[in-house]
């Protein structure tokens, strides 16, 4: 059975760096992709970004210059670091595992979310 | 201001039949198949519909099924239960700025 347990911090300061991890089991991460969605306070989903098994990251170009995911399969994980992080950052994040093609694609398991709340 | 559009609400008594809309454009949904999600507030969202109209194992056949036509995608929910009221959200690949993964606003739907 795959599961996925994000945790974090949970309260950030404004302009410091968010880190956060997704602990992955029944599913090496070195085998699938991986993305990060948040969803702010009284909003929708918001996809941040995905790593593939290569390494190769592709993200949402509203986060591109503060945002790094990453793998550490030794451990099974994922990772994601936001950087000068405001207000706007707080956000419930997900963690999910990614299957697709081109012209396809399918989140097929989901995390329950940690809250990272950004407040001095 | 999200890239595919949902109606905020939909609602339904026990039994009833309700649609959600998901409507997009040629960059998106006209070109790539669509997700549908459920997220109970404070659980892991549940992946319900891949490939515009498939059913991952576990969802109920004769309950939930999707379709595309064009620019747009639907989510129908037959026999309602309480248990479906949650928020419903479509998803799919897109070739503008905002992508290349947009989600809709999201759908809560009220039993």
């Known amino acids: 059975q795959v599961q996925l347990q994000e945790s974090g911090p949970g309260l950030v300061k404004p302009s410091e760096t968010l880190s956060l991890t997704c602990s992955v089991s029944?599913?090496?991460?070195?085998?699938?992709?991986w993305s990060w969605i948040r969803q702010s306070p009284g909003k929708g989903l918001e996809w941040i970004g995905f790593?593939?098994?290569?390494?190769?990251?592709t993200y949402n170009p509203s986060f591109k210059s503060r945002l790094s995911i990453g793998l550490d399969t030794s451990k099974n994980q994922v990772s994601l670091k936001l950087s000068s992080v405001t207000a706007a950052d707080t956000a419930v994040y997900f963690c999910?595992?990614?299957?697709?093609?081109?012209?396809?694609?399918?989140?097929?398991?989901w995390g329950q979310g940690t809250l990272a709340t950004v407040s001095s | 201001q999200s890239v595919l559009t949902q109606p905020p609400s939909v609602s339904g008594t026990p039994g009833q039949r309700v649609t959600i809309s998901c409507s997009g454009s040629?960059?998106?949904?006209?070109?790539?198949?669509v997700n549908w999600f459920q997220h109970v507030p404070g659980t892991a969202p549940r992946l319900i519909i891949y490939?515009?109209?498939?059913r991952p194992a576990g969802v109920p056949v004769d309950r939930f099924s999707g379709s595309k036509s064009g620019t747009s995608a639907s989510l129908a929910i037959s026999g309602l239960q309480s248990e479906d009221e949650a928020d419903y959200y479509c998803?799919?690949?897109?070739?503008?700025?905002?992508?290349?993964?947009?989600f809709g606003g999201g759908t809560r739907l009220t039993v």
């Open positions: 790593i593939e098994t290569t390494g190769s990251t």
């Open positions: 999910a595992r990614l299957l697709y093609t081109r012209a396809y694609l399918r989140f097929d398991y």
């Open positions: 029944g599913s090496p991460v070195r085998s699938y992709s």
């Open positions: 490939g515009n109209n498939q």
């Open positions: 040629t960059s998106n949904i006209g070109t790539y198949t």
């Open positions: 998803a799919a690949w897109d070739d503008g700025l905002s992508g290349p993964v947009v």
